[in-house]
């Protein structure tokens, strides 16, 4: 299912006119320099393709000649595009012999395809191997400048002096590229599981780059390295038989997506997602997800939106971002035409994550794209919670949730597989893993604060728990009365009692700090923890202590009411808490806090 919908794609985008994916026998890479050579073959110049920033080269992306897969010690030249090693036959790792081999066979290699092609182009390339001599790599005249950039391993590609545009663009060397390419087609045939015919199946299939975690070298999605994993006699990608092309496609379209930051996202250190739309033209709705999947308005590197799309469309993205979350919120339904979006099209999400050489699929979910508008903004709806004055933006991405649940905020940290279960909650519309909610349980005692995201995700995930349970029919009339309860801002009404509790907590803490001004450590330092778990064994002592600040505190009469009116409508302290009523402890407190800044605010 997942390569084929890739393998539709790469043939959607391989149709379109304009569309910057490979052809068949080609791919993308990244190149840094280019040779100009002479009709005969001399290097003239050495031109530097990549861009500067800072003090590192950045190489540019190029469509060039399908690259060899090369694995172990031994030499695989590149047709055409290849590294200081095999174009001319050094490098910086200090091994002579082997470089020696490297250019001779990738000399071999060159000189087999090109000939006996009849192209100014073609010739000069030949020439070129014919006569360069490795052991004059530091004493000639066009590499001194920049010899040590161009042994540092980045790409080479040719032209040809006075020409414009590569060597390897022209159309008899790519004639003769392609004629080499299928006669060194596999010799296996079978039918292909993916297009049902009959023809050359892929022994090997090309790796899959960018997945943060894998190997710079790249990954397999499909690989058979070992005899435990085949059977009936076939080794490697026989065992599961694609045909060449459809192999090619499928790894093809999804390093293109995978090097578009408008169809990435990273959500932790081991999870990367990439998402496509079925449509032609389907940018639209790509944009329109990539910005719900993520609202902070910039990607994983920190870079901005708008240095990486067009200025303008992403401001039209955005408006349309906050009219789809504006409508779910007041109960509306979303105006698909009107947004100029194909709400039927098909939309899929794939998340991948690194195993050793070897890609896991993470999750997989493929749905039409006015589902998923709606279930990723029932998604923040949920989250919705009253924003504190210091966060310049009320919505919260999903890398954003994830990072809360690691130990100082750490992304290197956070929790194996938390990430894919958390998407497919929010993709599917089911509660959130039950992990997450215990991790910013963990996290808040850990740390004895509360941050805005923590409180919108326990108030989120305790809403989607008692919506699952009440359309199973497990839900009870105190549950019901409890989802009531679970709202933006602070509920004066409620009359739970792990609530009122955390609102109790709150308000002890504000007594202490306006009765010491400046105190460096207060109540919740000490006994959060304890008070969000064991309230009996806590909260007595704390009414005996907040008696001393109420005399103290400049307006302790109006605070010694609230805490009597909260402590009114409960019928005594629970020995124990539940992880459910800590939730709730945890939301009462966050929303009393709020209230009481919110008043301040409004007084001024």
């Known amino acids: 299912m997942i390569i084929d919908a890739l393998h539709a794609h790469y043939k959607t985008l391989a149709e379109h006119s304009d569309s910057k994916i490979p052809k068949p026998g080609f791919a993308t890479a990244r190149v840094s320099f280019a040779f100009n050579l002479s009709l005969d073959g001399e290097l003239l110049e050495v031109i530097t393709l990549a861009d500067q920033k800072g003090k590192r080269l950045v190489p540019v992306d190029m469509e060039v000649p399908e690259p060899a897969k090369r694995a172990g010690k031994g030499v695989t030249p590149c047709f055409l595009c290849d590294n200081s090693m095999y174009m001319i036959g050094d490098d910086s790792k200090g091994n002579p012999n082997r470089s020696k081999l490297a250019f001779e066979t990738s000399m071999k290699f060159h000189l087999q395809i090109l000939q006996d092609v009849d192209d100014d182009g073609a010739q000069a390339v030949c020439h070129y191997f014919t006569k360069w001599d490795p052991s004059m790599v530091k004493e000639h005249p066009s590499l001194s400048a920049v010899l040590e950039d161009v042994l540092a391993g980045g790409n080479i590609v040719l032209v040809l002096d006075g020409n414009p545009g590569y060597i390897h663009d022209r159309p008899k060397v790519k004639a003769a590229w392609l004629n080499h390419r299928n006669r060194s087609s596999s010799q296996v045939t079978g039918q292909c599981l993916v297009t049902g015919e009959y023809g050359p199946i892929a022994r090997i299939h090309p790796s899959i780059k960018g997945v943060r975690g894998a190997q710079t070298s790249g990954a397999a999605l499909v690989s058979f390295n070992l005899d435990a994993f085949t059977s009936y006699g076939k080794r490697q990608n026989f065992n599961a038989p694609l045909s060449e092309d459809v192999a090619f496609g499928y790894t093809t379209v999804l390093n293109h997506m995978l090097s578009e930051r408008r169809q ?249 700090q306006e009765a010491n001004p400046g105190l460096n450590a207060t109540i919740r330092d000490r006994y959060f923890g304890a008070a969000s778990a064991t309230p009996r064994a806590v909260f007595p002592q704390l009414l005996r202590l907040v008696q001393h600040h109420v005399v103290k505190a400049e307006y302790g009469g109006v605070s010694d009411r609230l805490i009597e009116g909260i402590v009114s409508e409960l019928d005594d302290f629970p020995s124990h808490l539940s992880p459910g009523d800590q939730g709730l402890f945890m939301l009462g407190y966050y929303h009393q806090r709020q209230a009481f800044y919110q008043k301040s605010n409004s007084k001024e």
């Open 264 to 512: 990435r996202l990273q959500l932790d250190s081991s999870t990367t997602v990439v998402f496509w739309s079925e449509r032609e033209n389907g940018e639209r709705e790509e944009n329109l997800l990539a910005q719900l999947f993520d609202l902070r308005g910039v990607d994983e590197s920190g870079e901005s939106i708008d240095s990486r799309q067009d200025s303008l469309q992403d401001l039209e993205t955005t408006r349309l971002v906050h009219d789809v979350l504006d409508r779910v919120r007041r109960g509306q339904q979303i105006d698909f035409d009107a947004m100029h979006v194909d709400s039927k099209s098909r939309f899929f999400v794939l998340g991948l994550s690194p195993n050793s050489s070897r890609l896991s699929v993470r999750f997989w979910h493929v749905d039409t794209v006015a589902n998923l508008v709606n279930r990723v903004a029932s998604h923040h709806a949920d989250l919705s919670i009253v924003t504190p004055n210091y966060r310049k933006s009320e919505f919260i991405s999903v890398r954003e949730i994830l990072i809360e649940t690691a130990p100082r905020r750490d992304p290197e940290r956070i929790p194996p597989l938390l990430g894919g279960g958390l998407m497919r909650a929010v993709l599917t519309g089911q509660p959130y893993p039950q992990g997450l909610y215990t991790a910013m349980i963990a996290r808040i005692r850990a740390d004895r604060e509360m941050s805005y995201v923590q409180a919108a995700v326990i108030k989120a995930a305790l809403i989607r728990r008692m919506r699952s349970r009440s359309q199973s029919g497990l839900l009870n009339e105190l549950d019901v009365s409890q989802e009531v309860k679970l709202t933006v801002s602070l509920d004066e009404k409620s009359t739970n009692p792990a609530y009122r509790l955390g609102r109790l907590f709150a308000v002890l803490e504000k007594v202490q």
